[in-house]
């Protein structure tokens, strides 16, 4: 199985950037198509940004759309979330995840990791 390890979270000014890496170990991340999601406090977990294996195709959510930016390098066993423009409504814990096909729902990923946490000041 893939272990996922994120970084790069920490607290920043609205209308300030970030870049979440999700560093893959113990199988190569090709295999796998990555998501990136997150969790607020006392709301579901939802999906921003999904990539598939070879990086040719992403899916982003509305919510996000046209300020996040999902990639991968697989050289690097490592998936990025670029985050551009932030808001105080984007506080929350970022985790990545991996799926053995292409998915959009949390309950379709295989594997998750431990998550990092984005808080956005005014």
């Known amino acids: 199985q893939v272990q996922l390890v994120e970084s790069g979270g920490g607290l920043v000014q609205a209308g300030d950037s970030l870049r979440l890496s999700c560093a893959a170990s113990?199988?190569?991340?090709?295999?796998?198509?990555m998501g990136w999601f997150r969790q607020a406090p006392g709301k579901e977990r939802e999906v921003l940004a999904v990539?598939?294996?070879?990086?040719?195709?992403?899916y982003s959510a509305d919510s996000v759309k046209g300020r996040f930016t999902i990639s991968r390098d697989n050289a690097r066993n490592t998936v990025y979330l670029q985050m551009n423009s932030l808001k105080p409504e984007d506080a929350a814990v970022y985790f990545c995840?991996?799926?053995?096909?292409?998915?959009?729902?949390?309950?379709?990923?295989?594997?998750w990791g431990q998550g990092t946490q984005v808080t956005v000041s005014t």
């Open positions: 990539i598939t294996r070879s990086g040719a195709s992403t």
């Open positions: 113990g199988r190569t991340l090709s295999n796998y198509v």
């Open positions: 995840a991996a799926s053995t096909a292409f998915a959009i729902q949390p309950s379709e990923f295989d594997y």
